[in-house]
């Protein structure tokens, strides 16, 4: 007997074998068992998420010899038939590639007809969106009011090409894409039913590498076997997708917290060495930094991990800030998007992993020196330039050379400064704004709430903040909770925060607005006072120098830095 792939022997039989689409399922199973039928139904999804696995089902229920139910008995003539695809009264019609309007007129001439063994004739028409608008036309009259023996069965991946006179016409189910645990799940029952060893991270692997079809994780399941001589191992899994352990990435986020270079090019050195799908890599290292996050924001948040990854999780998680998390994610999903722009794809990934070493908050010293004002002058023709040293006249001593200028440093307000310089007190005893959200150490997400918010009123233990509609949409549980708390902590006292919208005009009001403005101010002295001095002055006219406006930086005097 020639083997059977697993997907078509492990499909579902029956509405209790699905995996998911439990919505579907019971409005269904309540149609059936209550006789309340509509003769259109519509299902729609992604591949391998079971649109004409459940059709087939409910045609089964139908026309099952035991009586019309939710639960067909899988062994008469007719449920047997249907399994095998060869059921007369069951037409399966792949539009793709019968999409002309003669094609429809064929099945409105053979609707009329009664069904031969069944109650009912069922029209399962795959991909219906591939149908041009001709076809439409034709079925819509049939669609909206056919015989009482027809009932029409329609899948789709893309339902935004249908006509809304089609969708009108319909029942419309949307099937979810699969959880890895739902696959996963199923794929150990698998298993275990054909007694094939496997290892549990293996199953893991694949369950991920399906992203959310069924149909398409049992295929790969049915790779990962041959791949490894009938047994499923981790490391074939890995080799045969191009992924890598969760070890390794972990690797190069331990690289990152300790701002080890050397060590995150030997992390990216042993992840080449696997030859594996680098956009995949970068994925995982997404999904890492998201489960970093969670613990970081969400309190009593505990990963899915084994002991060993759970304990590195969590120990990244201290040694990162949660803002330097955001800005790697950002990087790393970027990264993917932007590979097939890169030489090649490890030179891509790489270069994401060098962009979030070099965007890491370093030291304020070498910050200051690259940021340090240039003067430059522009290069003399060949024939006009002068040697770099002169030789001194018979009899004269050779004059020390000059040193070389030095621009000069600009001593602006610091910034800091210049942001609370702004600030009003409150005549009606409200706490300052901005000394509070200092206090209470405002920073990362919650930073950026606060920042652009305008305490109002105080309204017995409530603060009501004005936010921007554009940021509204920052004031979720359970953000504002742990607000709340830091908040009442530095105030001595209990409080509640309700957040109002305001208008546009106000929104310079915000602690945010007001230090951008301090900024502008401080950058604007900054390249005026370059602008004025008289060296500077000077190397423009004798040599033509030109500033470079973006090397200007104010001069923070209370950290030492530009």
């Known amino acids: 007997m020639s083997y059977q792939v697993l997907a078509r022997k492990w499909r579902p039989r029956k509405f209790a074998e699905l995996v998911g689409q439990e919505h579907v399922v019971r409005a269904l199973t309540n149609a059936l068992d209550t006789g309340r039928m509509h003769h259109a139904y519509l299902f729609t999804g992604t591949r391998g998420v079971g649109k004409t696995t459940i059709a087939r089902i409910f045609a089964k229920s139908l026309n099952c010899e035991r009586g019309q139910s939710a639960d067909p008995c899988g062994e008469c003539s007719v449920c047997t038939a249907v399994d095998e695809g060869r059921f007369v009264d069951l037409l399966e019609i792949d539009a793709a590639s019968n999409t002309g309007v003669d094609d429809v007129r064929e099945v409105i001439e053979n609707a009329q007809y009664a069904p031969s063994r069944g109650r009912f004739k069922v029209y399962l028409v795959d991909e219906v969106h591939m149908l041009s608008k001709n076809a439409f036309n034709a079925l819509l009259k049939t669609l909206e009011e056919p015989p009482p023996h027809v009932k029409f069965l329609l899948a789709t991946t893309d339902p935004q090409k ?19 645990e739902q696959i996963s799940g199923q794929m150990r029952h698998i298993l275990a039913a054909e007694n094939i060893a ?21 295929s790969l399941l049915d790779q990962a076997i041959a791949y490894g001589g009938g047994a499923l191992h981790a490391d074939d899994v890995r080799s045969m997708l191009g992924s890598v352990a969760r070890g390794q990435v972990l690797g ?24 594996p799908d680098f956009g995949g890599v970068l994925d995982d290292l997404a999904g890492v930094l998201h489960q970093l996050q969670l613990i970081q924001l969400i309190p009593g948040y505990r990963p899915e991990q084994d002991g060993d990854d759970e304990q590195a999780l969590a120990g990244l998680a201290e040694r990162m800030t949660p803002e330097d998390v955001q800005l790697y994610y950002q990087i790393a999903t970027t990264g993917r998007r932007d590979l097939a722009l890169a030489p090649d794809a490890r030179t891509g990934f790489e270069m994401a992993l060098l962009r979030m070493l070099a965007f890491r908050p370093g030291d304020a010293a070498p910050a200051a020196r690259a940021q340090r004002p240039v003067a430059t002058a522009p290069a003399a023709a060949p024939s ?16 020390p050379a000059s040193p070389a200028p030095e621009p000069p440093r600009v001593q602006a307000q610091p910034l800091a400064a210049a942001a609370k310089t702004a600030v009003a007190r409150d005549a009606g005893g409200l706490p300052d704004w901005d000394a509070l959200i200092e206090r209470a150490g405002l920073r990362g997400p919650f930073g950026l709430l606060a920042q652009n918010a305008v305490l109002r009123e105080r309204d ?25 708390e830091r908040i009442g902590e530095a105030l001595g006292e209990r409080v509640r925060l309700r957040f109002v919208s305001q208008d546009r005009g106000a929104a310079a009001e915000t602690p945010a607005a007001r230090a951008a403005q301090a900024r502008d101010s401080a950058q604007a002295a900054a390249e005026q006072a370059i602008e004025d001095d008289p060296l500077v002055q000077s190397l423009k006219r004798d040599f033509g120098a030109r500033v470079v406006p973006q090397s200007i930086k104010p001069f923070d005097s209370e950290s030492g830095a530009m």
């Open 198 to 218: 496997c290892e549990d991270s293996a199953i893991v692997e694949l369950a991920r590498a399906a992203d959310g079809s069924l149909r398409d994780g049992l």
């Open 384 to 399: 006009a330039r002068a040697p770099a040293v002169a030789p001194p006249a018979p009899g004269q001593q050779r004059q």
């Open 162 to 180: 249908l006509p809304v006179t089609v969708l009108s016409r319909c029942l419309k189910f949307n099937l979810k894409r699969l959880l890895p």
């Open 460 to 484: 017995g233990q409530t603060l009501v903040l004005a936010l921007q509609p554009a940021h509204m949409s920052l004031a979720v549980e359970p953000m504002v909770s742990q607000m709340e």
């Open 252 to 275: 190069v986020l331990d690289a990152l917290a300790d701002g080890d270079g050397e060590r995150l090019l030997a992390e990216c050195a042993r992840i080449a060495s696997y030859s």
